[in-house]
């Protein structure tokens, strides 16, 4: 079945630090990749997505690709602000049920 | 206003008690869905519905009961709550392409049984 595996946090960085969370999935035929973000205490809100191989998403200075290749979509952002600081998700969609798959998140935490 | 709303936002019970957590969508999207979120479980799915009167089990559906009469609304009930299901909920909603377009979620209900 279809699978989402996300690197396990909590990632901790300086202001401004570069930052990379991976993803890795397993699915069969083309899914559309997402990210979320889960502010502390609210719903979890679409951050960016990708519908097809090599798409980049981008949205708030965060990006990713999807590589298809690889069975990945890491989400990278050059310089982390502390408002950043957030649970990620990493999901994906195929067209059966019209279910999304989660990974388990991974929780970013950033110092001034 | 337009979007996904859950009521109530926070909710204390006791154990045995029956209790429904509410959710409401503006955009008649016809599927929604009901998760839940514990610490080092993620985001669980309990049941979903892909239109009006058309609900499913999703991977931790047992305890729980729901109901679709209309398309806006998709409430959850705990039919006898137990401890083991303080958690938070989260509603979330979709159109037929959730593949190109993903889920919006509700804020969230913060459930403790005591």
């Known amino acids: 079945g279809n699978s989402v595996t996300q690197m396990e946090g909590p990632v901790t960085l300086s202001e401004e630090a570069f930052l990379t969370i991976n993803c890795t999935y397993t699915a069969t035929g083309y899914p559309s990749l997402f990210w979320y973000v889960q502010y502390p205490g609210e719903g979890l809100q679409l951050l960016l997505k990708a519908t097809k191989a090599d798409d980049k998403g981008s949205n708030k200075g965060f990006e990713a690709t999807y590589r298809k290749e690889t069975t990945s979509f890491h989400l990278e952002k050059g310089s982390v602000q502390v408002s950043d600081s957030a649970v990620y998700f990493c999901a994906l969609a195929y067209n059966a049920g019209n279910m999304l798959t989660f990974g388990g998140g991974t929780r970013l935490m950033v110092k001034p | 206003d337009a979007g996904i709303t859950q009521s109530p936002r926070y909710k204390i019970t006791e154990t045995g008690r029956q209790v429904t957590l509410m959710c409401h969508q503006t955009w008649s999207h016809s599927y929604m869905f009901w998760y839940r979120q514990d610490l080092g479980h993620g985001l669980r799915l309990i049941y979903y519905?892909?239109?009006?009167?058309?609900?499913d089990k999703g991977e931790v559906p047992d305890g729980y009961v729901v109901s679709r009469s209309k398309t806006e609304n998709f409430p959850l009930t705990l039919e006898s709550a137990t401890r083991s299901q303080t958690s938070v909920y989260f509603c979330a909603s979709s159109d037929q392409s959730t593949k190109g377009y993903g889920y919006t979620f509700g804020s969230g209900t913060r459930l403790t049984v005591v």
């Open positions: 519905s892909a239109a009006a009167d058309i609900t």
